[in-house]
């Protein structure tokens, strides 16, 4: 944009030029003239450059210089990668024999992810030097063009200026010369750091080729029987001794530890880790504290969680140690293991008093099993004893699942859901790790016994994360209750609803998690990757168009993220306008969630259609087959689609009115882009195409207000005192409250039928919504004062009649209930 006006402004002032010069004055003629003299005077003067502009280049030339020195001045930054180059050196010469002797898969992986780090910290380091390499080459640039210019090297025509002219030359010349000497030992500085890296960056790569090499080896030797049968272990000699394999792999995690948590590059995620638990704990305390304060029966509150109030630090711990792992690129090892069994832990105390006994003892032994299984994961060598210990532990797995199976079968329902079905995939992996560890095949039996152990463990804490993170939400919407504040929308959230609604998405996500984690315990995750990231970024043609398949999941996941907020405001939006009392006008605001809807759902298609990088020609050729479609067969769709935005302008109904259309009657509990949801009185929802509520004849009893009028004809036998009567029903109908002043109630004489003498009775119920209640009040009231006063009541049909609007008193029809919980049914 800024370019944009500089262009314009710049061709406005040409113009503006070119037009004053086709409009001279005379004195500007003049002015112009005698410029133009002096200017071929000077040339003629100094035949072999002027003065001037040999001042003028001494004066370029020495803001050059001062600018330039003053660059190589600040210096360049490259003493970190000077102090960390040498260290690097050794570690990736340590990686390279760790490599050659390497034996397990467990080690190579970890590796590699050392690999994946280093890669990343190099590509870093060339690019800050390359940057560095090009300023100082700008440098050079400068430096060769003053050493060039033969401009310095004329002598002025005037002697008086000549000798001065050449002192400043000089000056500048010996600075320029002192500024090359300087940018020569930078150049070669940077020059050698770049070799370096470039070094170390052919390295790695060659470190890489290395272990992807050694990984394709290790899968093809899996396969076959490399360790020997279990008996012909020690014959085979492929086995190390246990000491020698703990002092290596104690080397080893060590220095991976160290270097795990001092690498610059995992600083940001130490960050998110500690800021997670240090969050989630003030969370749960801050709601604890604050319920305590404001709600007397806080006890009944804190008796309804099991986790969070008891155990605020363990909870804590438990989220911390579940989800930390996921902040880090490839984190190691050593540290995943741990994280696990910090997470076993802290969940074994929270679980205690909690789960049932017999889970709880399961749980018992699936510790100690991960606790061998994460310490055998990360010997770098193979030894006998670890192969004995691993098939007892296995062995042992399988017994006691065998045996929980069958407490689980007698009280299903007091476990959590699909343990049946777990506890049976669990042992049949644990069966088949057994057979490879006797078969020879024991790289492959430790891990697939690894990967079911950790992951059954991993998914107990996501379980219990689920848990604990509902509980949370539970404690931070009874924290936002205010009984002296109807106004806030928490208040009247129900948790249930809430619950339901958002425990899904915990689920999914948590699964989807779950299996990040099984991919990186099968060591399967960087393959997945590679091949996810070429099938979604490989080019497919449909036609003429050219397509991704990420372009196609992106536009989807916009499209459903848009979709879940618009579902998310409308139920905040909602459920806290049906809660709260509300005028007419605050009624047609809330209503107007539909257009925000609409919005929502219009910005975020042209948002999924920018990040997919759809080409909006193509949109626009989908909008007119579409057109076409509408043409043929889609009119009643577009026709509710259009009734719908007429709606959420004109609001003629809104959500919570009662409403009569169609012969039905009912609340309106929701108006969608399509159609209408109207709960009934007899407690079904019918919808109703939005067209209909334009098209058709609708009674809508709240539009402008909740009022309702009441219609009883009451009828006496001839004989009865009429004065009396009418004193009667004013009597009764002014002594009840809930029945409006104005307007005024009314009491007529109404009619002389064969049988009785009849009477109208009017007035009004402040909420229809307790008409019914107040009228059968006021028709127990006519009853119990005339069987007092010995008023006869004929007997017959519609001595108590309710008229609706259109109906005559002798109509005896039944009619559909006007709100939920009305019995439809003729009145008496």
Same mark, same amino acid.
């Given at each position: 944009?800024?370019?944009?006006?500089?262009?314009?402004?710049?061709?406005?002032?040409?113009?503006?030029?070119?037009?004053?010069?086709?409009?001279?004055?005379?004195?500007?003629?003049?002015?112009?003239?005698?410029?133009?003299?002096?200017?071929?005077?000077? &040339?003629?003067?100094?035949?072999?450059?002027?003065?001037?502009?040999?001042?003028?280049?001494?004066?370029?030339?020495?803001?050059?210089?001062?600018?330039?020195?003053?660059?190589?001045?600040?210096?360049?930054?490259?003493?970190?990668?000077?102090?960390?180059?040498?260290?690097?050196?050794?570690?990736?010469?340590?990686?390279?024999?760790?490599?050659?002797?390497?034996?397990?898969?467990?080690?190579?992986?970890?590796?590699?992810?050392?690999?994946?780090?280093?890669?990343?910290?190099?590509?870093?380091?060339?690019?800050?030097?390359?940057?560095?390499?090009?300023?100082?080459?700008?440098?050079?640039?400068?430096?060769?063009?003053?050493?060039?210019?033969?401009?310095?090297?004329?002598?002025?025509?005037?002697? &008086?200026?000549?000798?001065?002219?050449?002192?400043?030359?000089?000056?500048? +010349?010996?600075?320029?010369?002192?500024?090359?000497?300087?940018?020569?030992?930078?150049?070669?500085?940077?020059?050698?750091?770049?070799?370096?890296?470039?070094?170390? &960056?052919?390295?790695?790569?060659?470190?890489?080729?290395?272990?992807?090499?050694?990984?394709?080896?290790?899968?093809?030797?899996?396969?076959?029987?490399?360790?020997?049968?279990?008996?012909?272990?020690?014959?085979?000699?492929?086995?190390?001794? !246990?000491?020698?394999?703990?002092?290596?792999?104690?080397?080893?995690?060590?220095?991976?530890?160290?270097?795990?948590?001092?690498?610059?590059?995992?600083?940001?995620?130490?960050?998110?880790?500690?800021?997670?638990?240090?969050?989630?704990?003030?969370?749960?305390?801050?709601?604890?504290?604050?319920?305590?304060?404001?709600?007397?029966?806080?006890?009944?509150?804190?008796?309804?969680?099991?986790?969070?109030?008891?155990?605020?630090?363990?909870?804590?711990?438990?989220?911390?140690?579940?989800?930390?792992?996921?902040?880090?690129?490839?984190?190691?090892?050593?540290?995943?293991?741990?994280?696990?069994?910090?997470?076993?832990?802290?969940?074994?105390?929270?679980?205690?008093?909690?789960?049932?006994?017999?889970?709880?003892?399961?749980?018992?032994?699936?510790?100690?099993?991960?606790?061998?299984?994460? !310490?055998?994961?990360?010997?770098?060598?193979?030894?006998?004893?670890?192969?004995?210990?691993?098939?007892?532990?296995?062995?042992?797995?399988?017994?006691?699942?065998?045996?929980?199976?069958?407490?689980?079968?007698?009280?299903?329902?007091?476990?959590?859901?699909?343990?049946?079905?777990?506890?049976?995939?669990?042992?049949?992996?644990?069966?088949?790790?057994?057979?490879?560890?006797?078969?020879?095949?024991?790289?492959?039996?430790?891990?697939?016994?690894?990967?079911?152990?950790?992951?059954?463990?991993?998914?107990?804490?996501?379980?219990?994360?689920?848990?604990?993170?509902?509980?949370?939400?539970?404690?931070?919407?009874?924290?936002?209750?205010?009984? +002296?504040?109807?106004?806030?929308?928490?208040?009247?959230?129900?948790?249930?609803?809430?619950?339901?609604?958002?425990?899904?998405?915990?689920?999914?996500?948590?699964?989807?998690?779950?299996?990040?984690?099984?991919?990186?315990?099968?060591?399967?995750?960087?393959?997945?990757?590679?091949?996810?990231?070429?099938?979604?970024?490989?080019?497919?043609?449909?036609?003429?168009?050219?397509?991704?398949?990420?372009?196609?999941?992106?536009?989807?996941?916009? =499209?459903?993220?848009?979709?879940?907020?618009?579902?998310?405001?409308?139920?905040?939006?909602?459920?806290?306008?049906?809660?709260?009392?509300?005028?007419?006008?605050?009624?047609?605001?809330?209503?107007?969630?539909?257009?925000?809807?609409?919005?929502?759902?219009?910005?975020?298609?042209?948002?999924?259609?920018?990040?997919?990088?759809?080409?909006?020609?193509?949109?626009? =050729?989908?909008?007119?087959?579409?057109?076409?479609?509408?043409?043929?067969?889609?009119?009643?769709?577009?026709?509710?689609?259009? &009734?719908?935005?007429?709606?959420?302008?004109?609001?003629?109904?809104?959500?919570?009115?009662?409403?009569?259309?169609?012969?039905?009657?009912?609340?309106?509990?929701?108006?969608?882009?399509?159609?209408?949801?109207?709960?009934?009185?007899?407690?079904?929802?019918?919808?109703?195409?939005?067209?209909?509520? =334009?098209?058709?004849?609708?009674?809508?009893?709240?539009?402008?207000?909740?009022?309702?009028?009441?219609?009883?004809?009451?009828?006496?036998?001839?004989?009865?005192?009429?004065?009396?009567?009418?004193?009667?029903?004013?009597?009764?109908?002014?002594?009840?409250?809930?029945?409006?002043?104005?307007?005024?109630?009314?009491?007529?004489?109404?009619?002389?039928?064969?049988?009785?003498?009849?009477?109208?009775?009017?007035?009004?119920?402040?909420?229809?919504?307790?008409?019914?209640?107040?009228?059968?009040?006021?028709?127990?009231?006519?009853?119990?004062?005339?069987?007092?006063?010995?008023?006869?009541?004929?007997?017959?049909?519609?001595?108590?009649?309710?008229?609706?609007?259109?109906?005559?008193?002798?109509?005896?029809?039944?009619?559909?209930?006007?709100?939920?919980?009305?019995?439809?049914?003729?009145?008496?």
């Amino acid at each position: 944009m800024i370019l944009i006006q500089a262009s314009t402004l710049t061709q406005d002032c040409s113009a503006q030029v070119k037009k004053k010069k086709g409009h001279l004055s005379i004195r500007d003629s003049l002015r112009q003239k005698v410029l133009h003299r002096d200017s071929v005077i000077r &040339s003629f003067k100094n035949a072999n450059g002027s003065v001037n502009i040999l001042l003028g280049k001494i004066e370029d030339y020495t803001t050059a210089y001062v600018e330039t020195n003053s660059d190589l001045s600040r210096g360049f930054d490259t003493l970190d990668i000077s102090e960390r180059l040498p260290s690097l050196e050794k570690r990736m010469a340590l990686m390279r024999n760790t490599i050659n002797s390497s034996s397990t898969l467990g080690n190579l992986v970890t590796i590699r992810s050392m690999i994946d780090h280093l890669k990343d910290q190099l590509g870093d380091w060339e690019d800050q030097l390359t940057i560095y390499n090009d300023q100082l080459d700008k440098m050079r640039d400068q430096i060769s063009e003053f050493k060039t210019d033969t401009a310095l090297r004329t002598a002025p025509a005037d002697s &008086s200026l000549r000798d001065k002219f050449f002192s400043q030359v000089q000056i500048l +010349d010996a600075k320029w010369k002192t500024l090359d000497k300087a940018t020569q030992k930078s150049v070669i500085r940077i020059g050698l750091l770049q070799n370096r890296v470039s070094s170390l &960056s052919v390295l790695v790569i060659d470190l890489d080729d290395r272990i992807d090499l050694k990984i394709h080896e290790f899968t093809i030797k899996a396969m076959d029987n490399e360790y020997g049968f279990i008996w012909e272990m020690n014959e085979h000699g492929k086995t190390a001794r !246990l000491d020698t394999a703990v002092v290596k792999t104690y080397k080893l995690n060590s220095r991976l530890y160290k270097y795990f948590f001092t690498s610059k590059s995992n600083y940001w995620a130490h960050f998110a880790s500690v800021l997670l638990l240090i969050a989630f704990f003030t969370w749960i305390y801050t709601s604890k504290r604050k319920i305590a304060r404001l709600n007397e029966g806080h006890a009944s509150i804190f008796e309804q969680t099991h986790y969070i109030i008891k155990h605020p630090y363990l909870s804590a711990l438990t989220v911390f140690s579940i989800l930390s792992p996921y902040f880090y690129d490839h984190p190691a090892q050593v540290f995943a293991n741990t994280m696990l069994l910090i997470m076993m832990g802290s969940i074994g105390l929270l679980i205690k008093d909690n789960w049932p006994k017999p889970l709880f003892n399961f749980w018992q032994i699936l510790f100690i099993a991960a606790l061998f299984f994460c !310490l055998s994961s990360l010997l770098i060598l193979i030894t006998y004893v670890d192969r004995i210990v691993l098939l007892l532990i296995s062995g042992f797995i399988i017994y006691y699942s065998f045996k929980f199976l069958k407490t689980l079968k007698n009280a299903a329902d007091k476990y959590p859901p699909y343990m049946a079905v777990i506890l049976k995939v669990f042992i049949g992996l644990h069966g088949l790790s057994v057979l490879l560890n006797i078969l020879g095949r024991f790289s492959l039996a430790k891990i697939v016994g690894t990967t079911a152990t950790l992951n059954l463990c991993l998914a107990m804490g996501f379980y219990l994360l689920v848990q604990i993170l509902m509980e949370s939400l539970f404690l931070q919407l009874e924290a936002n209750k205010n009984k +002296d504040n109807n106004t806030d929308i928490t208040s009247f959230i129900d948790f249930k609803v809430l619950q339901k609604k958002s425990k899904s998405i915990l689920v999914k996500i948590t699964a989807i998690l779950w299996l990040v984690a099984l991919t990186k315990n099968l060591a399967i995750d960087d393959y997945l990757y590679d091949q996810v990231n070429d099938f979604l970024n490989h080019p497919y043609k449909f036609s003429s168009t050219a397509f991704t398949f990420r372009s196609v999941l992106v536009f989807i996941i916009v =499209i459903w993220i848009s979709g879940l907020l618009a579902r998310i405001i409308s139920y905040f939006y909602d459920f806290a306008g049906q809660q709260t009392k509300l005028t007419p006008q605050a009624k047609k605001t809330r209503s107007s969630i539909l257009l925000i809807r609409l919005t929502v759902f219009v910005v975020g298609f042209f948002v999924a259609i920018t990040a997919a990088g759809i080409p909006m020609d193509r949109v626009t =050729i989908i909008i007119g087959a579409l057109g076409v479609g509408i043409g043929f067969g889609l009119q009643n769709i577009v026709n509710n689609l259009v &009734s719908g935005i007429i709606l959420a302008f004109e609001k003629p109904v809104q959500v919570g009115d009662i409403i009569e259309v169609s012969g039905k009657s009912g609340t309106i509990k929701e108006i969608g882009i399509r159609s209408s949801k109207i709960e009934c009185g007899d407690g079904s929802e019918l919808i109703v195409p939005n067209g209909d509520l =334009i098209s058709h004849h609708v009674v809508n009893w709240t539009l402008t207000n909740n009022n309702r009028r009441v219609e009883l004809i009451i009828r006496v036998t001839y004989g009865s005192d009429v004065v009396k009567v009418e004193n009667i029903l004013k009597t009764i109908i002014q002594s009840h409250d809930d029945i409006m002043s104005t307007p005024a109630a009314s009491v007529f004489l109404y009619n002389f039928s064969d049988t009785a003498v009849e009477f109208r009775v009017w007035f009004w119920a402040a909420e229809i919504t307790k008409w019914l209640s107040l009228k059968s009040n006021v028709m127990r009231a006519i009853y119990i004062e005339f069987a007092k006063e010995g008023i006869e009541i004929p007997q017959g049909k519609n001595e108590f009649l309710l008229n609706f609007p259109g109906n005559t008193p002798q109509e005896d029809k039944p009619r559909e209930p006007l709100i939920p919980g009305d019995t439809p049914a003729t009145e008496k």
